[in-house]
């Protein structure tokens, strides 16, 4: 493939061929609507996806088309109206296992350091508190918080609280990550940093990925498909690969590509068709 990737059918759910690995997350059909007034408002429509194994997928959409109804939805703090969500080709009731939920505040305890917010999942799952410390503290180091551990979130920039609150999530090794706008509210400089980290953590553990992000550059940069929603009731418009020529942890080489610069202007294109 060359240019700005292939665009695949609007409603390409991506499934993976007979024989190859289980995906981790396969959504079919998936429709939800909420109760307003007394009518029910769609905001999910026939949406279909796959996240395969050590894929890192990136979703953009115009704002309020329901794209945190949709993560929400995935990871069972809502039910669907209808369709499948299967989770390593298992139908799931409730809150899937092993899948790390990051939102773009950082929701840490003032009252606990660093390693204290770190560690606090492990604690409530009744990890040994040595063991808790001892991962809570590589887990800050790998993210660049070495010698910060014991510093409040009141005395850390917001770029390490996210930091804290990434790491706070990947503590507990989930083999599925699902990222709400985690990067939003950062410095330019602050979320090139942060998504290089995540970008190398994730694609190391071959850990897979589903990112929201009003971001066209972010969802570009980071992910290996990129799906473009439409506005209410969502479905999926279209969905690119991506493929670039530079390291892809190495976000400004990234965004510094010929084809990057082509993915943003068609994916923006798609938005702005929407938005009309």
Same mark, same amino acid.
């Given at each position: 493939?060359? !240019?700005? !990737?292939?665009?695949?059918?609007?409603?390409?759910? !991506?499934?993976?061929?007979?024989?190859?690995?289980?995906?981790?997350?396969?959504?079919?059909?998936?429709?939800?609507?909420?109760?307003?007034?007394?009518?029910?408002?769609?905001?999910?429509?026939?949406?279909?996806?796959?996240?395969?194994?050590?894929?890192?997928?990136?979703?953009?959409?115009?704002?309020?088309?329901?794209?945190?109804?949709?993560?929400?939805?995935?990871?069972?703090?809502?039910?669907?109206?209808?369709?499948?969500?299967?989770?390593?080709?298992?139908?799931?009731?409730?809150?899937?296992?092993?899948?790390? /939920?990051?939102?773009?505040?950082?929701?840490?305890?003032?009252?606990?350091?660093?390693?204290?917010?770190?560690?606090?999942?492990?604690?409530?799952?009744?990890?040994?508190?040595?063991?808790?410390?001892?991962?809570?503290?590589?887990?800050?180091?790998?993210?660049?918080?070495?010698?910060?551990?014991?510093? /409040?979130?009141?005395?850390?920039? !917001?770029?390490?609280?996210?930091?804290?609150?990434?790491?706070?999530?990947?503590?507990?090794?989930?083999?599925?990550?699902?990222?709400?706008?985690?990067?939003?509210?950062?410095?330019?400089?602050?979320?090139?940093?942060?998504?290089?980290?995540?970008?190398?953590?994730?694609?190391?553990?071959? %850990?897979?990925? @589903?990112?929201?992000?009003?971001?066209?550059?972010?969802?570009?940069?980071?992910?290996? %498909?990129?799906?473009?929603?439409?506005?209410?009731?969502?479905?999926?418009?279209?969905? /690119?690969?991506?493929?670039?020529?530079?390291?892809?942890?190495?976000?400004?080489?990234?965004?510094?590509?010929?084809?990057?610069?082509?993915?943003?202007?068609?994916?923006?294109?798609?938005?702005?068709?929407? @938005?009309?």
């Amino acid at each position: 493939m060359t !240019g700005a !990737g292939v665009v695949q059918n609007a409603g390409d759910s !991506g499934n993976v061929v007979s024989g190859a690995p289980v995906a981790p997350l396969v959504v079919e059909h998936v429709a939800k609507s909420y109760e307003v007034g007394g009518l029910m408002v769609p905001v999910i429509g026939d949406l279909s996806l796959t996240l395969r194994e050590g894929e890192i997928v990136s979703i953009v959409g115009p704002s309020g088309c329901g794209k945190t109804t949709l993560l929400n939805t995935l990871c069972g703090l809502l039910t669907p109206d209808s369709g499948r969500i299967r989770w390593h080709g298992r139908e799931v009731s409730g809150q899937p296992q092993n899948v790390g /939920y990051m939102l773009q505040k950082d929701l840490l305890l003032p009252w606990r350091t660093a390693l204290g917010n770190a560690m606090l999942g492990l604690e409530i799952r009744g990890v040994a508190s040595g063991e808790a410390e001892d991962r809570g503290r590589a887990m800050l180091d790998q993210l660049g918080l070495h010698g910060f551990a014991d510093h /409040y979130p009141s005395t850390l920039s !917001g770029g390490m609280r996210q930091r804290v609150a990434l790491a706070r999530t990947l503590v507990h090794e989930p083999d599925v990550l699902l990222l709400d706008e985690p990067f939003a509210a950062l410095d330019f400089q602050s979320k090139l940093l942060i998504e290089s980290d995540t970008a190398a953590l994730v694609r190391q553990s071959r %850990r897979s990925l @589903l990112l929201i992000t009003h971001d066209i550059e972010e969802a570009v940069s980071l992910a290996d %498909r990129v799906i473009v929603l439409s506005k209410r009731p969502t479905r999926i418009k279209a969905s /690119y690969d991506i493929e670039l020529g530079a390291e892809r942890t190495d976000m400004i080489g990234l965004r510094q590509s010929q084809e990057f610069s082509q993915y943003v202007r068609r994916i923006w294109a798609d938005l702005d068709v929407v @938005l009309q």
